[in-house]
């Protein structure tokens, strides 16, 4: 049974699956973290894999970049394939300076300058928010782990470049600053929408590969460590979520 993006059968994947948006590195994660991992799906080279992870079923898929590919995906997996628990994992720009490269970035909220979740939602705002009991195994994972995590609201953006010439991020983000913030990202917003239409859990984890306050940017090396260190979170999120 294949749905238009993604060539597999039912039982391919698991109920929890990690969402990176680079296939490559959805690739990377199964050689890496997950036991027995095989590939599921490829279509257009989009790479899919299910593995074992503590004993547990986990699969792997890339998303692509921005909120209407992110939101074909999740809609695929959750109502085609089963999956019940969805973790984005991520990269984002810090929006505040306490926000410091390499932390990682637990999306409570996703607010936005999109209009998809108004289409979704008969032109009201929906509050996007991650899923309460996911969200509880996120923050009990991160007071466990080494890695520095910050939960609040994320900007969920379709655009990575400003629109406006010879506008600077950071007055782009202004009142996303005003308002507290933490970061921006392109995916959050419309995974927490899908997932709440279609009753399943989603979270986005999202690790800080610049600063749009400060300035700087992880280098290639640092970047690849602290998306490695936000996986093992990840993954822990899902032991957690699986023994409740
Ligand atoms: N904007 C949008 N998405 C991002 C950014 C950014 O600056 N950095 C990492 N993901």
């Excluded at 095989?38 to 890339?62: D, I, K, P």
């Excluded at 306050?213 to 998306?227: I, K, N, P, T, Y």
Aim: proline share 3%; with cysteine.
């Amino acid at each position: 049974m294949s749905t238009p993006h993604i060539a597999a059968e039912r039982g391919d994947f698991a109920p929890d699956v990690l969402l990176p948006g680079d296939p490559l590195r959805a690739r990377w994660i199964a050689e890496t973290f997950l036991e027995q991992a095989h590939e599921v799906t490829a279509v257009r080279n989009m790479l899919g894999y299910t593995g074992w992870y503590g004993g547990r079923a986990v699969s792997v898929m890339g998303t692509g970049m921005g909120m209407a590919s992110m939101a074909l995906y999740a809609t695929e997996l959750i109502t085609e394939f089963g999956c019940r628990r969805l973790i984005r994992v991520g990269s984002c720009g810090a929006l505040q300076a306490e926000v410091e490269l390499r932390s990682v970035v637990l999306a409570v909220g996703a607010c936005t300058d999109s209009n998809i979740n108004r289409q979704r939602f008969a032109g009201f705002d929906f509050a996007a928010t991650a899923h309460a009991s996911l969200l509880a195994a996120g923050l009990a994972a991160a007071a466990a782990a080494a890695t520095t995590v910050h939960a609040g609201n994320v900007f969920s953006t379709d655009l990575f470049y400003p629109p406006v010439l010879g506008q600077k991020p950071s007055e782009l983000y202004g009142p996303a600053i005003e308002m507290g913030v933490l970061a921006v990202e392109m995916e959050a917003a419309a995974l927490y929408a899908v997932a709440a239409q279609h009753r399943a859990e989603a979270l986005a984890l999202c690790v800080v590969s610049d600063h749009l306050v400060r300035g700087g940017h992880l280098s290639a090396e640092e970047r690849q460590e602290g998306f490695g260190d936000m996986v093992v979170l990840a993954l822990d999120v899902l032991q957690r979520a699986g023994e409740r």
